[in-house]
């Protein structure tokens, strides 16, 4: 059975940084991609950052780039992502996903199984 576990969310100011974490168990190896994804109030989904299995090959979302890394530790199983320079329109419930693909992409539908979500909320 595979779970993902996100943490790391909480109220920040914008400038402020957080570093979300996920946890996925029932993959191991570096085999599987890793994404995350955030769903803002009354928004659809949107893909901000993924990393394949290796770490060799990450993307990212045109609103994050610069300003989000992705990385993982797959000793850990552990994905993680660092966010800096916050803004108040990165407010959203942020979920992590992964994919039995090695290679990620930043569409939904590339992705097997989804963590429960964490918020994060950026006041101005």
């Known amino acids: 059975q595979v779970q993902v576990v996100e943490s790391g969310g909480g109220l920040v100011q914008a400038g402020g940084s957080l570093r979300l974490s996920c946890i996925v168990s029932g993959l191991t190896g570096d085999d599987y991609a890793m994404a995350w994804f955030r769903q803002g109030p009354g928004k659809d989904y949107e893909g901000i950052a993924c990393i394949g299995g290796r770490g060799d090959n990450k993307y990212y979302g045109d609103s994050v780039k610069g300003r989000f890394t992705i990385s993982r530790d797959n000793a850990k199983n552990t994905a993680y992502l660092q966010m800096d320079n916050l803004k108040p329109e990165d407010t959203a419930m942020y979920y992590c996903?992964?994919?039995?693909?090695?290679?990620?992409?930043?569409?939904?539908?590339?992705?097997?199984?989804w963590g429960q979500g964490t918020q994060v909320t950026v006041s101005s």
């Open positions: 996903a992964a994919s039995h693909s090695a290679f990620c992409a930043l569409t939904t539908d590339r992705y097997d199984y």
